[in-house]
Antibody
Framework: QVQLQESGPGLVKPSQTLSLTCTVS??????????WNWIRQHPGKGLEWIGY???????YYNPSLKSRVTISVDTSKNQISLRLASVTAADTAVYYCARTLNNYADSWGQGTLVTFSS | DIQMTQSPSSLSASVGDRVTITCRASQGINIYLNWYQQRPGKAPNLLIC???ILLSGVSSRFSGSGSGTDFTLTISSLQPEDIATYYC?????????FGQGTKVDIK
């Protein structure tokens, strides 16, 4: 069974770039038909889809974040990464990576909380 | 973007009660609707895809129905382990969007 694990700094300074990595185990990131996503959840709030990447490098970003988001893939390490630029306190959230098939998320990481401090 | 609206935002019911959560899409999405359960402090877990297909290992107490713009998640007999927030999500078009969630607890 595939497992996903997010990693990265839990504390970021405003205006800096948030960088997170998701490592996939128990399966290949090259599996046909599966897309690899970032989804976030503000404290006590609902879920916001950030975007996804296919192992070929094809991406789609949520237009609400598109100007600040970059998602990349490293197939040799079975990892995807998220970079979110010019962060503010409004970007405080739990960040999840998730695998989708036909645009439903059937596997999720445990999530990582990112907070901001000046 | 397609807006997803759930009701109610929260509910309290007794063990054994039948619980119904509704989800409405701002435009027709055929059956491209999925339901997730999120227990406190945990990641969401997929329960139902394509409006009514129960994922393997998910209790048969859960069922989904609907098409077009109106969808329903039903828990036939509420159990203590069902305490969670439930989210609908449309997979009809990008960007993927979620409902605001329905928090379920025990009366």
């Amino acid at each position: 069974q595939v497992q996903l694990q997010e990693s990265g700094p839990g504390l970021v300074k405003p205006s800096q770039t948030l960088s997170l990595t998701c490592t996939v185990s128990g399966g290949s990131i090259r599996s046909a038909g599966y897309y690899w996503n970032w989804i976030r959840q503000h404290p006590g709030k609902g879920l916001e889809w950030i975007g996804y990447i296919y192992y070929s490098g094809t991406t789609y970003y949520n237009p609400s974040l598109k100007s600040r988001v970059t998602i990349s893939v490293d197939t040799s390490k079975n990892q995807i990464s998220l970079r979110l630029a010019s962060v503010t306190a409004a970007d405080t959230a739990v960040y999840y990576c998730a695998r989708t098939l036909n645009n439903y998320a059937d596997s999720w990481g445990q999530g990582t909380l990112v907070t901001f401090s000046s | 973007d397609i807006q997803m609206t759930q009701s109610p935002s929260s509910l309290s019911a007794s063990v054994g009660d039948r619980v119904t959560i509704t989800c409405r899409a701002s435009q027709g999405i055929n059956i491209y609707l999925n339901w997730y359960q999120q227990r406190p402090g945990k990641a969401p877990n997929l329960l139902i895809c394509a409006a009514s297909i129960l994922l393997s290992g998910v209790s048969s107490r859960f069922s989904g129905s609907g098409s077009g713009t109106d969808f329903t998640l039903t828990i036939s007999s509420l159990q203590p382990e069902d305490i969670a927030t439930y989210y609908c999500q449309q997979s009809y078009s990008l960007p993927l969007t979620f409902g605001q969630g329905t928090k379920v607890d025990i009366k």
